[in-house]
């Protein structure tokens, strides 16, 4: 894999710095901070000078982090990452602090709160409150808990009739109309995942114990109060979460229970086992919409450019720069993710394609994030836009894209079938999601809870949220181990849930007037975090929340 990145001209970091040497860094937070402002153009030429050397440290950070997860075997790329969270980053957080603080006292803060830069000072008023300098310690423990747990979990593979597979690989397996295949594969994999299940737990307490000491030492009473002070989700709090698992628990679960009865009776099984989940449920083999990176990447592009031309002009901006890393392979970090280089001003996607329907789907999401960096990359606003609404630029290319599966399949009835089942694991995803909200909410406003606590109460929302699915042993008790985000990003999930209702209003939209869905959808997109989470999502043309009765109506339609 290469990445070719054209940087943008630098202003105020010298193109030749050292960025694995502090004292080069510090030089020019000293320049900031001994920088007099006097006018409103005062401080918006030093916003312009901070905001360059957030984006050139913030990019080297993402890119060692790119090089790391493509080879966390790579003894050199682990120690580049981890040298730079460790030594370089809490510095630069603590004097990011330092002028975020020089910025609220210039005499143009009133006038500019109440103009463009609004938001941007909301901004930094509340990342003052939630990290101070002397907990900065714990955010470096907290990322190598993180990357400890992706060095652990990307190591596991099985043997199977003379092949070594990958997780992903492994996926493919568990799709086999076979169940003594499916139930072996199965089987397998738990036991790797029982082996290592002492090892992830003390990664699970480690990072409870640091985001817990983190929330208190900032003077809120738990992480889940502090977390959303710190993502800003003023827009919706707890209780909103638990409404939406109330919904899911009376509307949602219903539905999944109903596929899930209809597919025991079509497989002829009278218990549905977590291997009977993914395999066609008439016998047929799994579906395959392409064979190697090469041909997804082809067809996308089709699919892109259907959808309007300015998103297939995005993706040949990623192929012309080598901005996705999408094969699966021993030593790669599991998962999906897209990260944007702050400074290029380009996305990167990173993912572990096998060949099946959901790597599609997977990488319709991923492409979504990457189209939302490019369409603000030009913008003159300064904020980033809230996790909700990167959200639903990706669910919002997932929907547009499920239109355009004729792309990936000869056959009609596969591309049907393909539709079908996207919104049956919506349906899925959802009650998935309350079930990890459930937990993290429990699981981090009981700090003192046992590892044993934490397993039972895991395994009770399992038969709450899990539909008629049975485990029968101890591995329902530790399932959340093989899901990255519990461990990486707490309370991530829960803004996929308001992302796919935003999403499905877009599909509503989409087929009823296709050019004013994706114009308002890129309008969103290119306002970044200029506006609040309402306003972004009412710009492409939804609404944000969660209408019970639309939502379950227009998943309905389509099971």
Not at 31 to 43: G, M, V
Not at 418 to 446: C, D, P
Not at 506 to 515: D, E, G, P, T
């Amino acid at each position: 894999m290469e990445v070719k990145i054209n940087k943008r001209k630098r202003n105020f970091v010298p193109e030749n710095i050292n960025l694995d040497s502090w004292g080069d860094i510090e030089s020019l937070f000293l320049l900031l901070l001994e920088e007099d402002i006097h006018t409103e153009a005062d401080a918006k030429k030093w916003i312009r000078k901070m905001n360059e050397l957030k984006a050139v440290l913030h990019q080297e950070k993402n890119m060692r982090y790119i090089h790391f997860t493509c080879r966390t075997d790579d003894t050199d790329r682990a120690r580049r990452y981890r040298h730079f969270c460790r030594e370089i980053e809490p510095k630069y957080k603590r004097e990011f602090q330092k002028l975020h603080h020089k910025l609220n006292q210039v005499p143009c803060r009133e006038q500019m709160r109440h103009g463009e830069y609004s938001v941007y000072f909301k901004d930094v008023q509340k990342n003052r409150k939630v990290l101070h300098s002397r907990d900065l310690h714990l955010k470096v423990e907290e990322s190598e808990a993180k990357a400890a747990y992706q060095r652990l979990t990307s190591k596991i593979s099985i043997s199977y009739r003379g092949e070594t597979l990958t997780r992903h690989e492994i996926s493919g397996y568990l799709r086999s109309p076979d169940r003594t295949v499916r139930k072996e594969i199965w089987e397998l994999e738990a036991a790797q995942w029982m082996r290592i299940q002492d090892e992830v737990e003390d990664i699970f307490t480690r990072l409870l114990h640091l985001r817990t000491q983190l929330a208190v030492r900032t003077g809120f009473a738990d992480y889940m109060e502090y977390l959303f002070h710190a993502q800003k989700r003023v827009d919706y709090g707890p209780q909103d979460c638990a409404s939406f698992h109330a919904l899911c628990r009376k509307q949602i679960v219903p539905l999944l229970k109903n596929i899930q009865e209809e597919r025991k009776t079509k497989l002829g099984i009278g218990v549905l086992k977590p291997f009977d989940l993914f395999c066609d449920e008439d016998g047929m083999e799994p579906l395959r919409p392409f064979q190697g990176t090469g041909e997804l990447m082809e067809k996308s592009r089709m699919v892109f450019s259907r959808i309007d031309p300015r998103f297939g002009d995005c993706f040949e901006i990623l192929c012309r720069n080598g901005l996705m890393d999408l094969d699966s392979r021993q030593g790669k970090a599991p998962g999906s993710y897209c990260v944007n280089l702050e400074e290029s001003g380009l996305p990167f996607i990173f993912m572990n394609a096998t060949g099946s329907q959901q790597d599609v789907i997977t990488f319709l999401h991923e492409a979504g994030h990457a189209f939302h960096y490019l369409a603000m990359a030009d913008s003159s606003h300064t904020s980033l836009p809230p996790l909700e609404m990167s959200e639903l630029a990706a669910r919002g290319m997932e929907v547009m894209g499920v239109n355009h599966l004729d792309v990936f399949y000869n056959d009609a009835d596969d591309t049907l079938w393909a539709g079908k089942q996207y919104f049956q694991k919506m349906i899925a995803r959802l009650t998935g999601i309350a079930h990890i909200n459930s937990f993290e909410q429990w699981v981090y406003t009981h700090p003192d809870h046992s590892v044993e606590d934490r397993r039972e109460y895991w395994a009770s929302l399992q038969h709450e949220y899990g539909g008629l699915v049975d485990y029968s042993n101890e591995l329902v008790k530790t399932t959340y181990h093989q899901t990255s985000l519990v461990f990486e990003a707490p309370f991530y999930f829960i803004t996929y849930a308001f992302a796919y209702a935003g999403a499905l209003q877009l599909l509503n939209i989409y087929q009823n007037n296709k050019q004013r869905c994706v114009d308002n959808y890129w309008n969103a997109l290119s306002l970044g975090g200029s506006e609040g989470l309402r306003n972004l999502y009412r710009a492409a043309g939804v609404e944000f929340g969660f209408p019970e009765e639309f939502v379950v109506q227009s998943i309905g339609k389509w099971t």
